[in-house]
């Protein structure tokens, strides 16, 4: 079974800064999620990942396949990014996920 | 994409008593989940929803406590029965897209609050 390693749990950030979310995994994947979860539960998958990098308006997601590493970045921090960011990877072709236990950011003005 | 509404979005039940939560995709999509998120904790499967046959369930779920059904490619319902404390919890549905670029997207979720 794989495990998902996130870091750090918890993250303040003040608004403007820039922020990077760690995620490591023990086994070989097809492919790695990063998910927004809000206060009231609700997901939105921001990047799916198999290899290199994806950009998408302020948010970065990188990942080293060799390493069994990936990072989430976001430039230009703002209080609405405030969330739970979530890892998670998939093997195989059967698409069932295996979640990190997210990091909270919180993002003050 | 694929846009999924869950309804109820959030629930309070009393202990013994059963909740169904539905889940409706706006087009056909292949692979139906069914997830859990207890207070705290990270997202955990219950089992996959199969098109006109039984569910597929993850270890330590059992269907008789978490009845499913998936009579099309754009609706499932899980039913959450015999209600405990211990059953409070977000519950989400997911779906996938089997093509080139296959990405998974969640409902809403439903939270539930048992007492």
């Known amino acids: 079974k794989n495990e998902v390693e996130q870091s750090p749990q918890n993250l303040t950030a003040q608004e403007g800064e820039f922020i990077t979310i760690n995620c490591s995994y023990s086994?070989?994947?097809?492919?790695l999620h990063w998910l927004q979860q809000h206060p009231g539960g609700g997901i939105v998958s921001l990047f799916m990942l198999s290899s290199g990098k994806k950009k998408h308006g302020r948010l970065i997601a990188t990942i080293n396949i060799q390493e069994k590493h990936s990072s989430l970045h976001i430039t230009a921090s703002h209080p609405r990014d405030s969330a739970v960011y979530i890892c998670?990877?998939?093997?195989?072709?059967?698409?069932?996920?295996?979640f990190g236990k997210g990091t909270l950011l919180t993002v003050n003005p | 994409s694929a846009v999924i509404s869950q309804k109820p979005s959030r629930d309070i039940c009393q202990r013994g008593t059963s909740l169904t939560i539905q889940c409706q995709v706006d087009?056909?999509?292949?692979?139906m989940f069914w997830y859990r998120q207890q207070p705290g904790q990270s997202l955990t499967l219950i089992a996959t929803a199969n098109q006109g046959s039984e569910a597929t369930y993850e270890s330590g779920f059992v269907i008789d406590k978490f009845p499913i059904s998936r009579p099309n490619l754009t609706f499932s319902t899980l039913t959450v029965s015999n209600l405990s404390p211990e059953d409070s919890s977000i519950y989400l549905c997911s779906v996938a897209k089997v093509r080139v670029a296959d990405t998974q997207y969640f409902g809403p979720g439903t939270r539930l609050t048992v007492l």
């Open positions: 087009s056909q999509v292949t692979m």
């Open positions: 086994v070989g994947i097809s492919a």
């Open positions: 998670a990877v998939s093997g195989g072709s059967n698409y069932k996920l295996t």
